[in-house]
């Protein structure tokens, strides 16, 4: 696998591999967290979510990750498919109802190589 | 189940016109938010209703408008188009308010709206 620095416009895995997408969120009150993929000219969609009262979560060849006490948030994919190939952006929100929608990371370009 | 489903899908308008988008939640979803999404700013938030009530909105102008219908489908408006308003607009859906707990967030496609 490729692990990658909080923030990187593109990351470029061969088929196969498994692929590590970072995302460092900015509000520490935030408790709910949501990965998404945007395939080119499709609305996002939703892959995995994960509450603040967990570390980890699985999913169908996808794992999140939350570090809470740094603020981070990684997005595992085991064994990298083509179909994969997209834009993901992690998300968060401070539930409870004082929220103003979700907060986007910048996104991170997942390039599968065959 | 059907999706979040947008309407129009791409459309070219003129600058100082004003443009109506409208979106269909999932069945049994209340609540619709809608973001904007440009290359520059990412997505960012406009506005969320839940049951006909805008609950908040985001940074925009009072340009940017919207309303919710009795069978949850929402509609946003912008007046006075200017260039920068150019942008993939997107909505969602969930069962409950945004971000309370148990309720997924889900997009529609988007409306790709381009002001010439």
């Known amino acids: 696998g490729e692990s990658v620095g909080l923030h990187l416009p593109t990351l470029s895995v061969q088929e196969g591999d498994n692929s590590i997408i970072n995302c460092a969120y900015s509000n520490s009150a935030s408790d709910y967290f949501i990965w998404y993929k945007q395939e080119s000219g499709k609305g996002p969609q939703f892959i995995i979510d994960?509450?603040?009262?967990?570390d980890k979560r699985q999913g169908q060849r996808v794992t999140v990750l939350l570090n809470k006490t740094v603020k981070h948030l990684s997005l595992q994919i085991a064994a990298t498919q083509p179909g994969d190939s997209a834009v993901y952006f992690c998300?968060?929100?401070?539930?409870?109802?004082?929220?103003?929608?979700?907060?986007f990371g910048k996104g991170t370009h997942l390039i599968i190589q065959p | 189940k059907a999706g979040v489903t947008q309407t129009p899908r791409y459309l070219i308008k003129t600058r100082g016109q004003q443009v109506t988008l409208s979106c269909s939640p999932i069945?049994?979803?209340?609540?619709v938010s809608w973001y904007q999404q440009t290359p520059g700013q990412g997505l960012q938030f406009l506005f969320e209703y839940f049951s006909e009530t805008q609950r908040n909105k985001g940074n925009f102008p009072g340009r940017f408008s919207g309303r919710q219908f009795s069978n949850s489908r929402s509609e946003m408006n912008v007046s006075t188009l200017e260039l920068g308003d150019s942008a993939l607009y997107l909505c969602?859906?969930?069962?409950?308010?945004?971000?309370?707990?148990?309720?997924?967030?889900?997009f529609g496609e988007g409306s790709w709206l381009t002001v010439v």
């Open positions: 969602a859906s969930s069962s409950g308010p945004s971000g309370f707990s148990g309720n997924t967030i889900y």
């Open positions: 994960i509450r603040s009262n967990m």
């Open positions: 998300a968060e929100i401070e539930t409870g109802g004082g929220a103003d929608g979700l907060t």
């Open positions: 069945s049994g979803h209340r609540s």
